[in-house]
């Protein structure tokens, strides 16, 4: 009996024209010819990730060179109608790769790791320039898995005073567990844009709290548990595209 592998999808990005010829770049080569072990014929999904897929074939799969046809070119899908901007606290290890890769899996539209008072991530020149490399790779991946053709950009880490003063979004929440507020998850219409500041590990001190509710953030508590700062964007954005999105 033959089995019949789903299409791979893959990040390239690359103009897609039908009939025309995709190298792929180097991880997303090796990826395809060393660990899924394709060759000529077999089918790919590729998206640029800016909105647009592509239904391609293998024509070239050696060690030195793979190479995808495009047969047809469509606009992407899994994009939700809620735009939020997540200002995510760098957090140790995995933690802040989980927050990326579920925030990217519900739907979000930017994310800023920040500086916080109570973070204990400081990172600088080169080792930041990695490091953001790094989560935007992760965005990437989760884009690959879960079915989005837009990669949301992981912008350059930002002091949470800065990025606090750029904000202009219709509704900005901060969680905070000290309070009884539903922040702004009763409106009736849904918001233009959302931001949604979530803090480091030990909490955001109440002085970066004040400075956010000066900037325009309510306050919203995720009920009586105290949540990890990993644990809490994926609740607050399973929330908001629930009440507001496409969940």
Do not use: N
């Not at 033959?2 to 990040?11: E, L």
């Not at 647009?52 to 939700?80: N, W």
């Not at 200002?87 to 890769?101: C, E, H, L, V």
């Amino acid at each position: 009996m033959t089995t019949h592998r789903k299409a791979p999808r893959i990040h390239v990005a690359a103009d897609f024209i039908v009939g025309g010829d995709v190298v792929l770049p180097e991880g997303p080569a090796r990826h395809v010819a060393r660990v899924l072990r394709l060759g000529e014929g077999a089918p790919l999904r590729l998206f640029d990730g800016m909105g647009q897929e592509a239904s391609a074939v293998l024509v070239e799969a050696s060690r030195k060179r793979v190479v995808a046809r495009i047969e047809a070119v469509a606009a992407g899908g899994g994009e939700s109608p809620l735009a939020v901007h997540l200002g995510q606290a760098i957090s140790k290890g995995d933690r802040m790769d989980y927050a990326i890769q579920k925030a990217v899996e519900l739907g979000v539209a930017a994310i800023t790791p920040l500086y916080t008072e109570h973070g204990d991530v400081r990172l600088k020149g080169e080792r930041e320039a990695k490091k953001l490399a790094h989560w935007q790779a992760v965005a990437v991946s989760a884009c690959e898995q879960c079915g989005r053709a837009v990669v949301p950009p992981v912008h350059p880490p930002l002091a949470l005073a800065e990025w606090l003063a750029e904000r202009g979004e219709a509704l900005r929440l901060v969680l905070h567990p000290a309070t009884d507020a539903q922040g702004g998850l009763e409106r009736e219409t849904a918001p233009v844009g959302v931001a949604l500041l979530i803090g480091p590990e030990g909490g955001l001190a109440e002085d970066e709290v004040e400075a956010a509710r000066a900037a325009g953030f309510a306050a919203l508590t995720l009920g009586p548990r105290i949540l990890r700062t990993e644990t809490a964007p994926v609740v607050a954005l399973s929330l908001l595209q629930y009440r507001f999105g496409d969940l």
